[in-house]
């Protein structure tokens, strides 16, 4: 299968700072990009989609100015988390589609941890 | 709504052979993924079902049935490594897909 790439695989960071998130498609073009986060023991929660070269669409409750996405490229989107609080500690995942695949390619995720 | 339904846990023993129910309800239907998780990790793939039968592929099987909205997830041979959570993911009209929690699955010797 297609590989996606996620940076980085944990990061600890202070309460009030802000943290990218990189995602990868390293062997496709990803047109569209799909950002998620999950907690411990609970399902996979879609934040936003996002396709290559327009703004992110965002799930509702998902806050679009603390969460950042931004997909300028087809093999690149960064989600940035601003100003992090201890509540925004996750995993967060990305997934990648092409053009021509149903199915999606997951990054390896980014387990978020703010103190 | 949408809904996914799958069972939280299961626990089986090696060697032996399970299956994982999932019943779903989406707005439209682009087929049925199975994804399997471990602790701590992105979901991987397993199988992608869009028509009604049996998928087979080695020790893993997938079976869909869309007028019952039902999908289950076979695995045999169990290993130790195959104690994971499996998620049921349908695709809705929008080409989303939509998740549950998952299974836990419990494999012992």
């Known amino acids: 299968g297609a590989v996606v790439s996620q940076h980085p695989s944990r990061v600890i960071c202070k309460s009030g700072t802000s943290v990218k998130i990189e995602c990868r498609s390293l062997?496709?073009?990803?047109?569209?990009m799909f950002w998620y986060r999950q907690f411990p023991k609970q399902s996979l929660m879609l934040m936003a989609t996002s396709n290559e070269g327009s703004k992110a669409t965002y799930e509702q409750g998902v806050e679009k100015d603390k969460f950042l996405i931004n997909h300028a490229s087809l093999t690149l989107s960064t989600l940035t988390v601003t100003s992090a609080h201890p509540e925004d500690s996750s995993f967060y995942i990305c997934?990648?589609?092409?053009?021509?695949?149903?199915?999606?390619?997951f990054g390896q995720g980014t387990r978020l941890t703010v103190v | 709504g949408q809904n996914i339904d799958q069972p939280t846990e299961m626990t089986a023993t090696e060697g032996a052979i399970v299956q994982i129910n999932c019943t779903y309800q989406?707005?439209?239907?682009?087929?049925l993924f199975w994804y399997q998780q471990h602790a701590g990790e992105a979901p991987t793939f397993l199988s992608y079902?869009?028509l009604d039968g049996l998928e087979e592929k080695g020790r893993f099987s997938s079976f869909l049935s869309r007028s019952k909205g039902y999908s289950y997830l076979l695995l045999k041979e169990l290993q130790m490594k195959d104690s994971a959570s499996y998620l049921c993911?349908?695709?809705?009209?929008?080409?989303?897909?939509?998740w549950g929690a998952g299974t836990k699955l419990i494999i012992k010797p």
């Open positions: 062997d496709f073009q990803a047109t569209t």
């Open positions: 989406t707005s439209g239907f682009n087929g």
């Open positions: 997934s990648a589609r092409g053009s021509r695949e149903t199915e999606a390619f």
């Open positions: 079902n869009v």
């Open positions: 993911a349908p695709m809705d009209s929008n080409y989303q897909l939509i």
